[in-house]
Every structure is written in structure tokens, then in C-alpha cells.
């Protein structure tokens, strides 16, 4: 039997402050991400996540298992979740949101506007 998992990429974005000293500290804790931290994603159906940085921009690609990621439950699991509220309190501490960031939010959606795999082969020119 075919196995029919289909995943969805995410990409979303979010501000660091500008604090050389807050920015390493936020790149180290997130090469020594808690064990409760990286179990409730997996839980959640979250497949891959990176996040890159340029300057005080950071860039979220998240991939998620379609059968299982139901952004309103992670996001209400993780209010109810102790030990994440503390890890999310403690990257507040260097982030801060986009202009573009609605009131209350943090990790903002992006909008893609291009993706080279949905062109048509008569589209793509070398």
C-alpha cells in the first residue's frame, strides 16, 4: 500500500531586537533546543523546521504532516504546556515582531509570491 503523507511548507517571519549580545544568546539556546521543546513539534506533526537569520530578521520554514498539524491545537497546546510558555518567554526576551505583525501575534505567515515548481515548462526560460 502507497503511503499518502502530504506535508505542507510554512514560512513565517519574525524580528529579533537589535542586541548583538541578545542575538547570540537567542542563536545558542536554539542549538541546545529542550527535549520537551522539540517532543511537543514532533507531537504536533512538525516534520522539519529551520529558521535562518539575516541581520535581525529571522526566516521560519517549518514542513508539517497534513494528517496530523492543526495550527489552532499547537497553539493552544503550547498555552497550556508549562515548559513551553517558559521556553517561548525566554525567546521573547530577544524577539520582538515585524512592522507587518498583527497586534498580539509573534511568528507571522508570509505570503509566497513565487514558486519556480508551479511554472509551466513553457514559462521557465534559461
Known amino acids: 500500500m502507497k503511503n499518502l503523507l502530504t506535508t505542507t511548507q510554512h514560512v513565517l517571519m519574525l524580528d529579533l531586537q537589535d542586541d548583538s549580545k541578545k542575538i547570540n544568546a537567542y542563536e545558542e539556546a536554539h542549538r ?53 510558555q517558559r521556553w517561548e518567554q525566554l525567546m521573547w526576551a530577544y524577539q520582538k515582531p515585524t512592522p507587518w505583525t498583527p497586534p498580539g501575534q509573534k511568528w507571522t505567515l508570509a505570503r509566497c509570491i513565487f514558486d519556480w515548481n508551479q511554472c509551466s515548462q513553457a514559462e521557465i526560460r534559461d
Open 32 to 84: 541546545k533546543v529542550w527535549a520537551e521543546v522539540s517532543a511537543h513539534l514532533k507531537h504536533h506533526g512538525i516534520k522539519a523546521m529551520k529558521i535562518h537569520r539575516l541581520g535581525t530578521r529571522l526566516v521560519m520554514v517549518m514542513e508539517t504532516d497534513d494528517c496530523i498539524f492543526n495550527a489552532d491545537a499547537f497553539d493552544r497546546a503550547g498555552q497550556e504546556d508549562p515548559v513551553i
